[in-house]
Protein backbone atom coordinates (compact mmCIF):
# COMPACT_ATOMS: atom_id res chain seq x y z
CA UNK A 1 0.00 0.00 0.00
CA UNK A 2 1.63 3.30 -0.97
CA UNK A 3 0.77 6.88 -0.97
CA UNK A 4 0.00 6.94 -4.59
CA UNK A 5 -2.67 4.28 -4.23
CA UNK A 6 -4.40 6.20 -1.16
CA UNK A 7 -4.38 9.18 -3.26
CA UNK A 8 -5.66 7.80 -6.23
CA UNK A 9 -8.54 5.99 -4.47
CA UNK A 10 -9.51 9.73 -2.44
CA UNK A 11 -9.54 11.08 -5.72
CA UNK A 12 -11.78 8.59 -7.87
CA UNK A 13 -14.55 8.16 -5.17
CA UNK A 14 -14.56 12.21 -5.04
CA UNK A 15 -14.97 12.19 -8.44
CA UNK A 16 -17.85 9.62 -8.28
CA UNK A 17 -19.75 11.07 -5.67
CA UNK A 18 -20.27 14.76 -7.01
CA UNK A 19 -23.75 14.55 -6.03
CA UNK A 20 -24.06 12.66 -2.86
CA UNK A 21 -23.32 15.88 -0.55
CA UNK A 22 -26.48 17.27 -1.73
CA UNK A 23 -28.21 14.08 -1.06
CA UNK A 24 -26.94 14.13 2.36
CA UNK A 25 -27.98 17.57 2.99
CA UNK A 26 -31.57 17.29 1.46
CA UNK A 27 -32.01 14.10 3.38
CA UNK A 28 -31.32 16.02 6.98
CA UNK A 29 -32.85 19.08 5.84
CA UNK A 30 -36.27 18.43 8.07
CA UNK A 31 -34.03 17.72 11.74
CA UNK A 32 -34.04 20.58 13.66
CA UNK A 33 -30.88 22.81 13.40
CA UNK A 34 -29.40 21.49 16.53
CA UNK A 35 -29.45 17.87 15.96
CA UNK A 36 -28.28 18.42 12.16
CA UNK A 37 -24.76 18.22 12.49
CA UNK A 38 -25.21 14.97 14.63
CA UNK A 39 -27.56 13.28 11.97
CA UNK A 40 -25.12 14.11 9.47
CA UNK A 41 -22.08 12.64 11.25
CA UNK A 42 -24.29 8.94 12.13
CA UNK A 43 -25.59 8.95 8.77
CA UNK A 44 -21.77 9.68 7.11
CA UNK A 45 -20.34 7.04 9.33
CA UNK A 46 -22.82 4.90 8.48
CA UNK A 47 -22.27 5.25 4.76
CA UNK A 48 -18.30 4.85 5.33
CA UNK A 49 -19.30 1.47 7.02
CA UNK A 50 -21.40 0.34 4.32
CA UNK A 51 -19.44 1.25 1.52
CA UNK A 52 -16.38 -0.86 3.00
CA UNK A 53 -18.83 -4.10 3.40
CA UNK A 54 -19.42 -3.77 -0.24
CA UNK A 55 -16.17 -3.33 -1.13
CA UNK A 56 -15.05 -6.88 1.41
CA UNK A 57 -17.44 -8.65 -0.90
CA UNK A 58 -17.00 -7.46 -3.98
CA UNK A 59 -13.13 -8.16 -3.77
CA UNK A 60 -13.69 -11.45 -2.33
CA UNK A 61 -15.62 -12.38 -6.50
CA UNK A 62 -12.35 -10.75 -8.38
CA UNK A 63 -10.58 -14.11 -9.10
CA UNK A 64 -13.29 -15.94 -10.59
CA UNK A 65 -12.67 -16.51 -14.13
CA UNK A 66 -14.69 -13.48 -15.97
CA UNK A 67 -15.53 -11.85 -13.36
CA UNK A 68 -12.72 -8.97 -13.83
CA UNK A 69 -13.92 -8.92 -17.67
CA UNK A 70 -17.50 -8.18 -16.16
CA UNK A 71 -15.99 -5.64 -14.00
CA UNK A 72 -13.79 -4.32 -16.51
CA UNK A 73 -16.85 -3.84 -18.97
CA UNK A 74 -18.88 -1.75 -15.75
CA UNK A 75 -15.91 0.38 -15.03
CA UNK A 76 -16.02 1.52 -18.41
CA UNK A 77 -19.73 2.24 -18.58
CA UNK A 78 -18.93 4.50 -15.43
CA UNK A 79 -15.75 6.16 -16.81
CA UNK A 80 -17.99 6.95 -20.17
CA UNK A 81 -20.71 8.30 -17.84
CA UNK A 82 -18.41 10.53 -15.57
CA UNK A 83 -17.16 12.58 -18.97
CA UNK A 84 -20.35 12.31 -21.28
CA UNK A 85 -22.21 14.31 -18.82
CA UNK A 86 -24.97 11.39 -18.58
CA UNK A 87 -27.79 12.27 -15.81
CA UNK A 88 -28.33 9.95 -13.31
CA UNK A 89 -31.54 9.14 -11.65
CA UNK A 90 -30.99 10.26 -8.15
CA UNK A 91 -32.95 7.74 -5.23
CA UNK A 92 -36.68 8.65 -4.02
CA UNK A 93 -35.33 10.64 -1.11
CA UNK A 94 -37.51 11.54 1.48
CA UNK A 95 -36.12 13.79 4.39
CA UNK A 96 -37.00 12.91 7.86
CA UNK A 97 -37.59 15.43 11.22
CA UNK A 98 -35.56 12.66 13.08
CA UNK A 99 -32.40 12.21 13.90
CA UNK A 100 -31.84 8.48 13.45
CA UNK A 101 -34.67 8.50 10.26
CA UNK A 102 -32.21 11.18 8.64
CA UNK A 103 -29.38 8.57 9.39
CA UNK A 104 -30.78 6.05 7.61
CA UNK A 105 -31.73 8.47 4.88
CA UNK A 106 -28.39 9.46 4.23
CA UNK A 107 -26.53 5.92 4.94
CA UNK A 108 -29.15 4.11 2.02
CA UNK A 109 -29.97 6.74 -0.61
CA UNK A 110 -25.43 7.35 -0.20
CA UNK A 111 -24.56 4.02 -0.67
CA UNK A 112 -27.91 3.54 -3.44
CA UNK A 113 -25.48 6.43 -5.61
CA UNK A 114 -21.81 5.18 -4.65
CA UNK A 115 -22.51 1.36 -6.18
CA UNK A 116 -20.24 2.45 -9.53
CA UNK A 117 -17.72 3.45 -6.39
CA UNK A 118 -17.42 0.90 -4.79
CA UNK A 119 -16.79 -1.14 -8.29
CA UNK A 120 -14.30 1.37 -9.10
CA UNK A 121 -12.29 0.93 -6.13
CA UNK A 122 -12.32 -2.40 -5.81
CA UNK A 123 -10.81 -2.79 -8.86
CA UNK A 124 -8.49 -0.56 -8.69
CA UNK A 125 -7.16 -1.68 -5.55
CA UNK A 126 -4.98 -4.06 -4.14
CA UNK A 127 -6.99 -5.30 -1.05
CA UNK A 128 -9.35 -3.99 1.17
CA UNK A 129 -7.16 -1.62 3.66
CA UNK A 130 -6.81 1.04 1.17
CA UNK A 131 -10.33 1.23 0.15
CA UNK A 132 -11.07 1.95 3.44
CA UNK A 133 -8.71 4.16 4.09
CA UNK A 134 -9.58 6.24 1.12
CA UNK A 135 -13.38 5.81 1.53
CA UNK A 136 -12.50 7.30 5.17
CA UNK A 137 -10.78 10.27 4.04
CA UNK A 138 -12.82 11.07 1.01
CA UNK A 139 -16.52 11.01 2.18
CA UNK A 140 -16.04 13.89 5.13
CA UNK A 141 -14.01 15.54 2.52
CA UNK A 142 -16.86 15.24 -0.44
CA UNK A 143 -19.58 16.29 2.22
CA UNK A 144 -17.59 19.22 3.83
CA UNK A 145 -15.81 20.57 0.64
CA UNK A 146 -18.66 19.83 -1.95
CA UNK A 147 -18.69 23.67 -3.40
CA UNK A 148 -15.45 24.35 -3.61
CA UNK A 149 -14.99 20.36 -5.19
CA UNK A 150 -17.92 20.96 -7.47
CA UNK A 151 -16.45 24.60 -8.70
CA UNK A 152 -12.44 23.10 -9.24
CA UNK A 153 -14.37 20.27 -11.33
CA UNK A 154 -16.26 23.24 -13.55
CA UNK A 155 -13.11 25.17 -13.50
CA UNK A 156 -10.78 22.74 -14.42
CA UNK A 157 -12.72 19.88 -16.58
CA UNK A 158 -8.98 17.96 -16.82
CA UNK A 159 -9.48 16.86 -13.32
CA UNK A 160 -12.78 14.74 -14.44
CA UNK A 161 -11.15 13.61 -18.04
CA UNK A 162 -8.32 12.59 -16.05
CA UNK A 163 -9.87 10.38 -13.60
CA UNK A 164 -11.81 9.15 -16.71
CA UNK A 165 -8.67 7.72 -18.15
CA UNK A 166 -7.48 6.23 -14.68
CA UNK A 167 -10.81 4.33 -14.48
CA UNK A 168 -10.53 3.39 -17.96
CA UNK A 169 -6.90 2.23 -17.82
CA UNK A 170 -7.70 0.15 -15.19
CA UNK A 171 -10.65 -1.43 -16.38
CA UNK A 172 -8.49 -2.37 -19.37
CA UNK A 173 -6.17 -4.09 -16.76
CA UNK A 174 -8.96 -6.01 -15.07
CA UNK A 175 -10.26 -7.17 -18.77
CA UNK A 176 -6.89 -8.17 -20.10
CA UNK A 177 -6.15 -10.11 -16.46
CA UNK A 178 -8.95 -12.26 -16.25
CA UNK A 179 -8.67 -15.53 -15.29
CA UNK A 180 -11.05 -16.90 -17.76
CA UNK A 181 -8.97 -15.18 -20.67
CA UNK A 182 -5.52 -17.07 -19.14
CA UNK A 183 -5.36 -19.31 -22.57
CA UNK A 184 -5.43 -15.99 -24.80
CA UNK A 185 -2.60 -14.85 -22.90
CA UNK A 186 0.39 -17.36 -24.16
CA UNK A 187 -1.06 -15.32 -27.41
CA UNK A 188 -0.84 -11.46 -26.04
CA UNK A 189 2.88 -10.52 -26.17
CA UNK A 190 2.96 -9.29 -22.00
CA UNK A 191 3.94 -5.77 -23.43
CA UNK A 192 0.81 -5.35 -24.73
CA UNK A 193 -0.90 -5.97 -21.15
CA UNK A 194 0.40 -2.59 -20.38
CA UNK A 195 -0.31 -1.34 -24.22
CA UNK A 196 -3.64 -1.99 -23.88
CA UNK A 197 -5.12 -0.55 -21.25
CA UNK A 198 -3.13 2.71 -21.84
CA UNK A 199 -4.88 2.76 -25.89
CA UNK A 200 -8.29 2.18 -24.34
CA UNK A 201 -8.08 5.10 -21.72
CA UNK A 202 -7.04 7.60 -25.08
CA UNK A 203 -9.05 6.39 -27.56
CA UNK A 204 -11.95 6.80 -24.74
CA UNK A 205 -11.26 10.10 -22.74
CA UNK A 206 -10.18 11.66 -26.51
CA UNK A 207 -13.72 9.84 -28.11
CA UNK A 208 -15.65 11.58 -25.94
CA UNK A 209 -13.37 14.91 -25.11
CA UNK A 210 -14.31 15.48 -28.96
CA UNK A 211 -18.03 14.61 -29.04
CA UNK A 212 -18.70 16.82 -26.01
CA UNK A 213 -17.02 19.81 -27.82
CA UNK A 214 -19.40 18.76 -30.90
CA UNK A 215 -22.02 18.45 -29.02
CA UNK A 216 -21.41 21.78 -27.77
CA UNK A 217 -20.64 23.63 -30.78
CA UNK A 218 -24.23 22.46 -32.44
CA UNK A 219 -25.27 23.39 -29.03
CA UNK A 220 -24.34 27.31 -29.96
CA UNK A 221 -24.70 27.01 -33.42
CA UNK A 222 -28.81 26.13 -32.61
CA UNK A 223 -29.08 29.35 -30.26
Do not use: C
Not at 46 to 52: F, G, P
Not at 155 to 175: C, D, F, H
Request: charged share 15%; aromatic share 6%; glycine share 6%.
Amino acid sequence: MTVLQILSLIGIDILLSGDNAVVIALAASKVPPQLRNRAIFGGTLMAIVLRIVAATVLIQFLDLPFVQLVGGLILLRISYNLIAHKEEDDPNIKPSDKVWGAIKTIAIADFAMSIDNVIALSSVAEGILPIAIGIAISIPIIIFGSKLLTSLMERYPIIVYAGAGLLTYAAGKMMVEDKGLEKFHILIPDSLHLVVPIAMAIILVVAVFLKNNLAKEAKATIL
